[in-house]
């Protein structure tokens, strides 16, 4: 999205819908230049609203519609039956380039606060509060005895962010957000993600099933995430010695020439079958494995103790290229 100052008169602005309003199943036209075709006006209905393109882009909120969009129509406008802007066009998903009825606009609420931002500041600025999250998965839910799929879940805080000084804990699930409900993770990233750095929310999540409210700042989020290194060694340790684990996994001690963010307790993901139910679950080669369920791991003893004690699903806290997630392997 871009803010443009057009220096003439005689032009209509058109009406901004208010934020919310929209439903699945309204009557939407969608508006643009198709194919060099100028002034199309196609129409439709919503089809979904909160669409994860799951493009890779760190904030994906998309309404979905099957109004004819076609290649051309990105930057026009979608319109309610009252003639009120809800989205602007962007995308479609398609094989042959043409429509399939499944097309994506930005909703209202981002074209908002991206037009606040770029006339006050020039730029947008995001805001984060610090913490890694995942959605909850049947198995995640079941390994760790949360009750409900809804919710972000937290894998990791960081150190001196706004999250820690809330008082946020890893496997938290942030349930509300700033008063509004947080389904999965990427309601949570994109609620943090329009509120201006420097401004407070209120955050509800659970912890042991119990619901806790607390004020959270908003800060900046930087424009490069951090960079870690993480050396996928052929050396399993010391005395390079590996276990089976997880029906097609392979664990040793951690390498010494592997370089960890996260320190040196844990294992090591020496081996993943790809046909495993391990590497199903999502655990890969040169993972490095810190929690199993409620037990902290600093070594092999640790792990073959963890994984004897219980008979699975296990929750595990893994660390993956610096980054903290949490997996469910049965």
């Not at 443009?4 to 208010?18: S, Y």
């Not at 995430?225 to 684990?245: H, L, N, P, Q």
């Not at 997880?246 to 020439?257: K, T, Y």
């Not at 600093?298 to 004690?309: K, P, S, T, V």
């Amino acid at each position: 999205l871009a803010l443009l100052k057009v220096d003439t008169r005689d032009l209509t602005d058109i009406r901004l819908a208010k934020t919310g309003e929209a439903k699945v199943g309204d009557y939407v036209i969608a508006v643009g230049n198709p194919f060099g075709l100028s002034s199309t006006v196609t129409s439709g209905i919503i089809s979904a609203l909160g669409r994860d393109q799951r493009s890779g882009d760190n904030y994906s909120n998309y309404i979905q519609t099957d109004a004819s969009i076609n290649p051309g129509n990105s930057g026009g406008a979608l319109i309610n039956s009252k003639g009120e802007l809800i989205g602007i066009n962007t995308a479609i998903l398609s094989r042959s380039g043409g429509n399939n009825g499944i097309g994506f606009a930005v909703p209202i609420r981002t074209v908002k606060n991206v037009i606040k931002q770029l006339r006050e500041n020039g730029e947008v600025k995001r805001g984060r509060i610090g913490v890694n999250i995942q959605p909850v998965t049947p198995d995640l839910r079941d390994a760790l005895n949360l009750k409900s799929l809804d919710g972000a879940f937290i894998a990791e805080v960081r150190k001196d962010t706004p999250a820690e000084k809330a008082g946020l804990q890893a496997e938290d699930v942030i349930i509300e957000f700033d008063g509004e409900e947080v389904l999965d993770h990427n309601d949570l990233r994109n609620l943090v993600g329009e509120l201006q750095p420097g401004t407070r929310a209120s955050v509800t999540y659970l912890r042991d099933g119990k619901r806790r409210t607390a004020r959270i700042g908003i800060e900046a989020a930087p424009e490069v995430a951090d960079e870690t290194v993480t050396s996928r060694s052929s050396r399993y340790g010391d005395d390079d010695k590996t276990i089976e684990a997880f029906d097609g996994a392979e664990v040793s001690n951690i390498p010494d020439d592997v370089e960890l963010r996260g320190g040196s307790d844990g294992v090591y993901v020496a081996k993943v079958d790809r046909s495993s139910k391990a590497y199903r679950s999502g655990l890969r080669r040169g993972d490095v494995i810190r929690r199993v369920g409620r037990t902290d791991i600093q070594n092999l003893d640790d792990f073959e103790d963890a994984i004897d004690a219980g008979e699975g699903p296990y929750a595990l806290r893994v660390e993956t290229q610096g980054q903290t997630r949490y997996l469910a392997v049965k």
